[in-house]
């Protein structure tokens, strides 16, 4: 009689009967022996996928530069596209995960960052980089252009988040 190949008790099939064993994929990080169950892209218009596990996919994801190697505008773009096919998430937003998820330096950060301002800014360099930006991207001087209508939403948005109240 032979042996089967699946040895886990209890068995639930009789001695004769046999299973193909499953084939696992392993993390694919130099020396780790998990399991790879954590998909990561290899670059970011790639298809391409290397499987993590746990733990080296949070150290991927640390170190994962989305926009790596496009320019401001590019990045731009491409970010806004983004938004453009993720906007089914937005039921999301009644679930209030705006600053205990993100993070409320985060949010600050990415707001100077629109307004192109540092991060030891006053409040008047704050009202001042708002309304020369505001000036600039606001649809009534800029008609037909929806990527100028798409920035002066950031632009507003960056100062609800930097105004002093």
């Given amino acids: 009689m032979r042996r089967s190949k699946a040895s886990t008790f209890p068995r639930w099939n009789g001695y004769e009967s046999e299973r193909d064993p499953i084939q696992v994929r392993m993390c694919d990080h130099d020396g780790c022996d998990n399991k790879g169950e954590f998909p990561a892209p290899k670059s970011p218009d790639s298809r391409d996928k290397w499987q993590f596990c746990e733990f080296h996919i949070t150290e991927f994801n640390k170190n994962w530069n989305y926009f790596e190697g496009l320019s401001k505008d590019e990045a731009f773009k491409r970010a806004?596209?983004?938004?453009?096919?993720?906007?089914?998430?937005?039921?999301?937003?009644?679930?209030?995960?705006?600053?205990?998820?993100?993070?409320?330096?985060?949010?600050?950060?990415?707001?100077?960052?629109?307004?192109?301002?540092?991060?030891?800014?006053?409040?008047?360099?704050?009202?001042?980089?708002?309304?020369?930006?505001?000036k600039l991207y606001h649809p009534d001087t800029n008609l037909d252009d929806s990527d100028a209508a798409i920035k002066f939403q950031q632009v507003s948005a960056a100062y609800e988040v930097l105004k002093v109240k």
């Fill in 80 to 134: 806004q596209e983004d938004m453009r096919t993720a906007r089914g998430y937005a039921s999301s937003g009644a679930y209030d995960m705006g600053e205990e998820t993100y993070g409320k330096d985060r949010r600050r950060s990415d707001a100077l960052d629109i307004l192109d301002l540092e991060e030891d800014a006053t409040a008047a360099e704050v009202k001042t980089a708002y309304r020369r930006m505001a």
